[in-house]
């Protein structure tokens, strides 16, 4: 089905943002549903049997919510997912054989010169492109500043 890595790759990362996009999909169009419905104001003179009777309807509907919440997070990480999947793919072989292809820059030191002086060759100069860098080991910096103190 798929003939090359990248394929397979990039139709798991479609895939899974799909799937993260119909769950965000299913949750806006469960809480429209849930908020469309008609909502009743209980009012009765006795404020005890007010909150009882209300104290029920309150308690599921804060549950929907939470399930609502919750179903938007877990969608919307699947999202998450499958972008990043597919932002990671791997470049395409083409791209990667005419990178090859091309001639790549070397850097060279330049060819020494010789000097004439008096009809003798004089040592050659040697011009690098870049310049010298000195690395020190921690270790030897370490010994070295060890190594100062003691002999005065």
């Known amino acids: 089905m798929f003939k090359t890595f990248r394929g397979k790759i990039a139709f798991s990362g479609v895939t899974v943002l799909s799937i993260g996009v119909a769950l965000l999909i299913f949750?806006?169009?469960?809480?429209?549903?849930?908020?469309?419905?008609?909502?009743?104001?209980l009012s009765t003179q006795d404020l005890a049997q007010t909150f009882g009777d209300s104290l029920a309807p309150l308690i599921?509907?804060?549950?929907?919510?939470?399930y609502l919440g919750v179903m938007g997070w877990i969608g919307s990480l699947?999202?998450?997912?499958?972008?990043?999947?597919?932002?990671?793919?791997?470049?395409?072989?083409?791209?990667?054989?005419q990178e090859?292809?091309?001639p790549k820059r070397?850097?060279?030191?330049?060819?020494?010169?010789?000097?004439?002086k008096n009809g003798k060759?004089?040592?050659?100069?040697m011009k690098p492109s870049q310049p010298e860098l000195l690395v020190i080991p921690l270790e030897e910096m370490e010994q070295?500043?060890?190594?100062?103190p003691q002999s005065k």
Do not use: C, H
């Not at 699947?78 to 054989?97: C, D, L, Q, S």
């Not at 060759?121 to 100069?125: D, G, L, N, R, V």
């Open 27 to 41: 949750t806006f169009a469960s809480a429209y549903s849930f908020l469309s419905g008609g909502l009743q104001i």
């Open 60 to 66: 599921a509907t804060t549950i929907r919510v939470m």
């Open 78 to 97: 699947v999202t998450i997912r499958g972008v990043t999947i597919i932002a990671n793919t791997p470049k395409p072989e083409t791209a990667e054989i």
């Open 100 to 102: 090859t292809q091309e």
């Open 106 to 116: 070397k850097t060279q030191l330049q060819q020494p010169q010789l000097k004439v």
């Open 121 to 125: 060759e004089a040592k050659p100069e």
């Open 144 to 148: 070295q500043q060890t190594a100062k």
